[in-house]
């Protein structure tokens, strides 16, 4: 056990720690830049430097050395001052004192550490090293001159994001951080951006915007994809500046996909900032209570019946259980908030959860993924996958279209055909998986989406049930939601009621009057003569048809309840008011429902939470999974033998938020349609 | 780098090279086959000349190695050349056993013969002059690699002899141009006189 002498504390610590670990687990703290908790251990920064005894008479990195029975570790003793002195000295040999002209000023590690644990002066007089800048595409911005060769992003690049691009080029004093002129081509690329312990890469939508004291940080809930990773909303005055992940070791560990991160321009652009009514063909600006009054009036006199209502993909769960209530107090049944159509068994919670938990994948030591592309459809998802496919012992088999995904695969086949013949236990990858302690499967919401759904989700629950995915505990079923509002609606039961329309129906002719709550993703053309009424927060698809259009909130603007793809209920805050006469979504519903006569029964945030609980007590709980009873593979109809396409064209536009963001067209001009381009 | 203009576009190892790329990776465990990187980089550059984007393309793709990796080690070493070099390349040591038996008249020499500076090629792609540092034959200072072949104990005037024979094509012989075996003594021993042959 390791002795701290300085303090007298005696440190227990886990077998295989290293001296750092166990001296940050007596509380006490060592500078670093190169050791990073999520990546290989380097040891190249000499940061953290301790006097060790017994041991040779030179201070040792802690980060690199395996604790010990009886080792003493000095943690400020007069070697330990001296030794982080003189490393500082080096480090600043060749960084420039710019800090004034860097954006990570106030958020340096080494200008905190320089403070810290740093001389007052350098002895250097000689003249610094400049080094060119390097391009790593739209989204990093890159003044290598202030490099210190942490070599973090090479091993962040190599092991977490699977895509060895970046690297170090030369030797010593001509060493450099390059990627060979080439963007980053990983979904994770801006997490580098964070891991830089000083100001070489830094983040390009947001260069020279602010200082870190001057932002408003909110804690918030990402929703652009369902994983719903947990993000640090970052504004000043009524604009969002940045977004950076906050730490939730069960969801994101402290990673963000780059539209998570970098979509949040699209927040000042094409914005629904006013209602709209639409007169002789054309929409025009209008008050609320006239947008209200032209709902009424096309109400007066029609059957409440007629009234269908679909939910978005980024919906929260607040307005998604007022547009619930307010859509049965008229006396229809028609809601869904499943644009793509998506089969599931609403009321059985398993049928649409990611019942393993993100966390549980570490524990499989099997994996089956039928017609999804983790990479575009859960990035940091991805990433914990390929964590656990690093880790070793992880077998992993695809059917469905192939993809590069950062780890290997047996590609057993890409149709329908190759689905039926593994329900029915011919397969070479059932063996696999009857095999494993821990197998688990992920089917994705493209997948479920397609005409023959429901019989791919019969499938692949008797695949689970067949081949041991199921058991006292362990849920091996997991379905790979795209879209956030996903397990939320369902939770809520915004699906058909009895004898209610599907989206499909809805889209079809069985509604004269349609209620869509940021609902742009699905095709509206062959709608006819029917009445739209958009609620959002962008001027897209949806908005575009409609006869009325209600401004709302978007995802940062209001606090809303999101409920991720394991079913764990989150809670985000408002960072900023949104735009003009845009309100939040659920209060918007709650003033017309006055208007239309039928007054939903709250009137505060709290008062339409409590009823979220009592329509399903898991908006009871936060931040926490309840397990889903397994509810066995519902009747099966025939699987197509079509291919299982991914239903993601383009992971930087997939709503209406990125589809509005600057950031967001130029990577996908970068990444993609250059590539097309180019073959 | 301006050696990418006009670089070779695309490589692949001759039959024979082929056959010794696969000789080398042999040597190595399974899954350790990148170990093979600087041997094929060596052959690559043996029958390119030097050592294009393309050859780093190709010896990255034989390795399963991401480019970058190759690129890396491509850039650690001097021996690799990444620009297209001459036909004679002349290693001139000036490190500091050399620099004080006169490596500064073997640069001088150089210099004016070839009319280069360090870095440069002629446009005849004859010579490359470089610049490099201890050659580890320290003991027969001042060393010019030429090739792979040391030439040892110069002068102005066997630098200057070496290089015009280099021009007209042809390549003396090796070693050192004083008088004596390899690094004994010039001119016959100077100690052990007393000791017989055998030692």
């Not at chain 1, 041991?468 to 915004?494: H, K, M």
């Not at chain 1, 993703?521 to 006869?547: C, P």
């Amino acid at each position: 056990m390791p002795k701290l002498p300085d303090d007298g504390l005696e440190v227990e610590f886990p077998p295989g720690s290293t001296g750092l670990q166990a001296i940050e687990a007596a509380g006490r703290e060592v500078p670093r830049f190169c050791y990073h908790e999520r990546l290989s251990i380097a040891g190249n920064c000499r940061m953290c430097l301790v006097e060790i005894r017994p041991g040779p008479p030179k201070p040792a990195a802690s980060c690199a050395m395996p604790a010990g029975d009886n080792m003493e570790v000095l943690t400020s003793s007069p070697m330990t001052q001296k030794a982080r002195k003189g490393v500082m000295e080096f480090l600043l040999i060749n960084h420039p004192l710019d800090c004034p002209i860097c954006d990570q000023g106030g958020e340096c590690d080494l200008q905190d550490q320089a403070l810290f644990y740093g001389a007052d002066t350098s002895r250097f007089e000689e003249n610094k090293r400049a080094v060119p800048d390097k391009d790593m595409g739209p989204l990093i911005k890159t003044t290598m001159t202030r490099c210190i060769h942490c070599t973090r992003c090479i091993r962040f690049a190599e092991e977490v994001a699977g895509v060895p691009s970046i690297g170090a080029v030369g030797r010593s004093e001509h060493m450099e951080i390059t990627t060979l002129e080439r963007a980053v081509e990983s979904e994770l690329s801006g997490n580098v951006i964070d891991l830089c312990p000083v100001g070489a890469l830094t983040s390009k939508p947001y260069a020279f915007n602010a200082r870190p004291w001057e932002l408003r940080k909110t804690e918030g809930i990402d929703v652009f994809d369902a994983l719903g990773a947990n993000i640090r909303i970052d504004s000043r005055g009524p604009e969002v500046l940045r977004i950076l992940p906050r730490l939730n070791e069960e969801v994101n560990e402290e990673w963000l996909g780059d539209k998570s991160r970098f979509a949040h321009d699209g927040l000042r652009r094409q914005r629904l900032d006013r209602p709209y009514v639409r007169r002789n063909g054309r929409l025009h600006p209008a008050s609320w209570s006239e947008a209200f009054e032209a709902i009424r009036k096309r109400m007066e006199g029609r059957a409440g019946t007629a009234i269908g209502a679909i939910a978005g993909d980024q919906a929260d769960a607040e307005s998604m259980q007022a547009l619930k209530d307010l859509v049965q107090a008229l006396g229809s049944p028609h809601l869904d908030c499943r644009q793509d159509g998506a089969a599931a068994i609403p009321g059985q919670r398993s049928s649409y959860l990611f019942n393993s938990t993100v966390q549980g994948i570490e524990e499989a030591d099997a994996l089956l993924l039928i017609g999804c592309n983790p990479r575009w459809e859960s990035p940091v998802l991805n990433a914990r996958i390929r964590k656990r496919w690093l880790a070793g012992g992880l077998q992993v088999g695809l059917i469905g279209e192939a993809h590069e995904l950062g780890y290997r695969y047996d590609h057993l086949g890409t149709g329908g055909q190759t689905l039926r013949g593994a329900a029915a236990g011919r397969n070479r990858f059932c063996a696999v998986l009857k095999g494993a302690a821990r197998p688990m499967l992920i089917v994705g919401a493209g997948a479920l989406a397609r005409p023959d759904g429901a019989a791919v989700l019969a499938a692949t629950q008797r695949i689970a049930e067949l081949n041991g995915l199921i058991s006292e505990s362990w849920n091996g079923f997991n379905v790979l939601n795209r879209a956030a509002s996903r397990v939320g609606g369902l939770d809520l039961g915004f699906v058909p009621g009895e004898g209610g329309a599907d989206t499909g129906g809805m889209l079809s002719g069985a509604v004269d009057t349609l209620f869509l709550l940021g609902a742009d993703e699905i095709d509206l053309s062959g709608l006819g003569d029917v009445f739209v009424i958009y609620q959002g927060h962008h001027g897209d698809a949806g908005a575009a048809r409609a006869d009325v259009i209600l401004p709302g909130a978007a995802y940062t603007e209001k606090p809303g309840t999101w409920v991720n793809l394991e079913g764990r209920v989150q809670r985000s805050e408002r960072a900023t008011f949104p735009p003009g006469d845009a309100r939040e979504d659920w209060a918007v519903l709650r003033a017309l429902s006055d208007v239309l006569g039928r007054p939903l029964a709250y009137d505060s945030l709290p008062a339409l939470r409590a009823r979220m609980g009592r329509t399903n007590p898991v908006f009871d709980t936060r931040d926490e999974i309840v397990a889903a009873a397994w509810g066995g593979a519902a009747p099966a109809g025939r699987i197509d033998d079509a291919t299982f396409a991914s239903p993601v064209a383009n992971y930087y536009m997939t709503d209406p938020i990125s589809r509005a963001s600057e950031t967001m067209a130029v990577c996908t001009e970068t990444f993609l349609a250059a590539e097309a381009r180019n073959g | 780098m301006s050696g990418r203009a006009g670089s070779a576009e695309s490589f692949a190892f001759t039959a024979d090279n082929l056959k010794a790329a696969k000789a080398v990776v042999a040597k190595y465990p399974e899954g350790r086959q990148q170990s093979a990187v600087m041997p094929l980089l060596d052959l690559a550059q043996r029958q390119l000349g030097w050592t294009s984007p393309a050859v780093i393309e190709y010896v990255a793709d034989f390795l399963d190695l991401p480019a970058i990796r190759v690129w890396e080690v491509v850039s650690f070493y001097t021996m690799y050349y990444r620009e297209p070099v001459g036909r004679y390349r002349l290693h001139v040591c000036t490190t500091t056993p050399c620099w004080l038996r006169g490596s500064d008249d073997v640069v001088r020499v150089c210099k004016e013969k070839t009319g280069l500076d360090f870095g440069e090629t002629d446009e005849k792609g004859l010579f490359t002059l470089l610049e490099v540092e201890c050659l580890g034959a320290c003991v027969n200072a001042p060393i010019l690699q030429v090739n792979d072949d040391y030439y040892e104990d110069l002068d102005a005037d066997r630098t200057a002899a070496l290089l015009d024979a280099l021009a007209e094509g042809r390549q003396p012989s090796h070693g050192t141009l004083a008088e004596r075996l390899n690094s004994a003594p010039e001119g016959g021993k100077t100690t052990l006189l007393e000791a017989d042959a055998r030692c």
